[in-house]
């Protein structure tokens, strides 16, 4: 399956309790099969109950890292999107709880690169990728300011060994 259509088809849950992020998010991934829940309770039961190729979780409003816990218990991957959220704290929140990237809300309109990269890897049998890192950092960089990673310095050692893909599994991935 080419990456352009690796998309096509996929079925994925949008969490938001903003109404036009949920139908800006539909938009910009209209060949997906997007299904939509503005509160806690009625993505809780979506999640439950059926199954989802990704979750796309907003932090605040939803409880968003309670749905994380109940998306990776289900083997769901789930990317973080926040907007009044977005703070470190919550990003190495996001990722300690199991999420696959956490995407500021003002970097929506990319956040078909951050599925695709998901399922192409997963696809070659990576489940580890920095790559969403990689793309935002100078993004995070210059909203949280210069050192903002040495408050969580061991994490951020760990996850530089555990989430970059190695140059072999770069390969598998292109």
Not at 65 to 76: N, P, Q
Request: with cysteine; charged share 35%; proline share 2%.
């Amino acid at each position: 399956m080419a990456s352009d259509d690796i998309l096509k088809g996929k079925k994925i849950l949008v969490v938001d309790d903003e109404p036009d992020i949920l139908e800006t998010l539909e938009e910009l991934l209209d060949e997906c099969d997007i299904e939509t829940a503005s509160t806690f309770e009625s993505a809780r039961e979506l999640l439950k109950s059926k199954v989802y190729d990704a979750a796309i979780l907003d932090i605040m409003g939803v409880k968003g890292f309670d749905l994380l816990e109940i998306a990776i218990g289900r083997k769901i991957p789930a990317l973080m999107l926040t907007a009044h959220g977005l703070n470190p704290d919550n990003l190495v929140g996001s990722i300690k709880l199991g999420a696959k990237s956490y995407i500021p809300k003002e970097k929506m309109s990319e956040i078909d690169l951050y599925l695709k990269e998901i399922f192409i890897a997963r696809e070659k049998g990576i489940e580890k990728s920095g790559n969403w890192f990689a793309h935002l950092k100078s993004f995070f960089d210059n909203r949280f300011g210069s050192g903002w990673q040495n408050k969580d310095k061991k994490f951020w050692q760990e996850f530089d060994n555990t989430f970059k893909v190695s140059k072999d599994e770069l390969e598998k991935i292109m």
